[in-house]
């Protein structure tokens, strides 16, 4: 009986998860492929050695409370290289009118919820706090709002103030993206949930805050002391090296009555009971143009931002950073294109020397060839009054189409992709293309999938046998 094969494409978080899966619980009984276009392994995921530090060009954190990443994490024998941001860089600041303002202790987004420090905040005004604090008492929509924009939901619960001067800088830096056309049910439904379930967001904060002291709640973000591209590392070494490809690219993908065809730069073709597309969702559609246009002209609608991160190594006595905070947020009404900084030395101060400040910016790009970005970055830096001094090194990493960009009631449009994919037997879709960004959300699909596959190869293999029989 021939063995069921498998092409992953996509040699990021997801396409190594799901390839490690499939081989951890078939191992050889399953034919297994994947193909990276690149010349390495681990996507947005990218971590540089350098004499004056660890440097991190993409994700830098896991997300502690989802985990799926932790837990494959603990798999992999890293759970040790584990650890905590380090607990003095604990505030968070948002630029306002030139200069960064802390946002007050229990803010959380756009929720006050320690009451007597929000008072004492310069950063809002007295109406804006007044207005705020009424929050507890606007009427709930309840389960019927499924979604609406972040900006729509923050001016109704919180007042423009809040989402002017708080939440929009941090959801644009988190996300790229605008509040006015953001979908908060696909980047934070939390809100909409606590809204429905206690009918106010700040007072559903404070019971789940209460419950997470009760409980001693560990650190919200944990990182690997020798950088993310650990997890790459770790993953890759535990697949075959015959299963794994590097500068594969795929030009064509055919639909054959026994599955799938997949053609390559190269000339090869390849055949596969079941094929993972988990590159980003642009390349998808690129890919499936040719065999499924519905599903390709659905995902070539949506939107992308493109950002850029660089990575500057400042002399300290050039600095002037928070010692208390990991960095920063800034919006739209400062102008400019930078949207977040890391003080990357504070954040992770056994990585530098003592004598150095790392700062990472986050730079949104609308036209990948304008300008310099190291320059708009330092310049921003400098107005703001954290350095002043030119840096003594400098690493930029660009990061084109990274960011798709949810509108509200894209849980509508993902249902229907989910649809149209679960129509052709052995395609499975993950990553971006299903509204994933973060690896923990990445690695609980990639498992899913992985789990999916194997189970519908156990059913192949239970009709085969009763057919022989």
């Known amino acids: 009986m021939q063995r069921t094969r498998v092409v992953v494409v996509g040699g990021g978080v997801s396409g190594l998860t799901t390839a490690y899966d499939i081989h951890r ?8 492929t994947l193909l990276e276009s690149g010349d390495r392994f681990g996507g947005l995921v990218q971590t540089v050695n350098h004499a004056q530090g660890v440097l991190e060009a993409g994700p830098d954190t896991l997300l502690a409370r989802k985990p799926a990443a932790l837990d494959l994490c603990r798999e992999l024998g890293l759970l040790d290289d584990l650890k905590g941001l380090d607990p003095r860089s604990r505030d968070l600041y948002v630029a306002h009118r030139g200069k960064l303002e802390a946002l007050p202790k229990g803010f959380f ?14 950063l809002f005004s007295w109406r804006g706090k007044w207005r705020a604090l009424q929050e507890p008492h606007i009427p709930s929509r309840g389960v019927e709002t499924q979604d609406e924009s972040i900006a729509a939901f923050v001016r109704r619960r919180f ?58 709640s560990k650190p919200a973000f944990v990182a690997l002391k020798n950088g993310m591209f650990a997890l790459i590392k770790a993953l890759v070494a535990r697949i075959p090296k015959d299963c794994l490809e590097t500068n594969a690219t795929v030009r064509h993908i055919q639909r054959r009555s026994a599955g799938w065809e997949i053609g390559l730069d190269d000339g090869r073709r390849l055949a596969a009971d079941h094929l993972v597309l988990a590159c980003p969702g642009h390349e998808i559609a690129r890919l499936l143009s040719g065999q499924l246009p519905e599903l390709s002209d659905t995902l070539k609608q949506q939107a992308y931002a493109s950002c850029a ?45 003592a004598d150095m400040t790392a700062i990472r910016a986050f730079v949104r790009c609308k036209d990948e060839g304008a300008g310099s970005l190291e320059d708009l970055a330092h310049n921003s ?55 994933r960004v973060g690896i923990p959300d990445c690695v609980h699909l990639a498992r899913q999938a992985a789990t999916q596959i194997l189970k519908e190869v156990d059913l192949q293999d239970e009709n085969a046998v009763g057919e022989a029989s």
């Open 159 to 216: 007042g423009r103030e809040i989402l002017e001067r708080a939440a929009e800088p941090v959801m644009a830096g988190l996300f790229l993206g605008e509040a006015e056309s953001m979908s908060l049910r696909q980047t934070m439904p939390a809100f909409l949930d606590l809204e429905s379930n206690h009918g106010s967001v700040t007072q559903g904060l404070k019971k789940l805050a209460e419950s997470r002291h009760a409980q001693n």
């Open 25 to 32: 619980l078939a191992g050889r009984s399953v034919d297994l």
């Open 109 to 122: 987004m756009m929720a006050p919820t320690d009451k007597a420090a929000f008072l004492r905040s310069p």
């Open 309 to 353: 991160t660089v990575t500057f190594l400042y002399e300290k006595s050039a600095t002037k950073v928070p010692q208390s905070s990991f960095g920063f947020f800034s919006g739209k009404q400062e102008g400019g294109s930078l949207v977040a900084a890391n003080f990357m030395s504070g954040k992770f101060p056994d990585r530098f020397p």
């Open 381 to 435: 830096l400098k107005r703001l009054g954290l350095v002043s001094q030119a840096p003594k090194h400098t690493f930029l990493f660009r990061f084109p189409r990274a960011m798709p960009q949810f509108e509200p009631g894209y849980h509508i449009k993902l249902k229907r992709i989910q649809s149209m994919v679960e129509q052709h037997k052995g395609l499975h879709i993950l990553g971006n293309a299903l509204g």
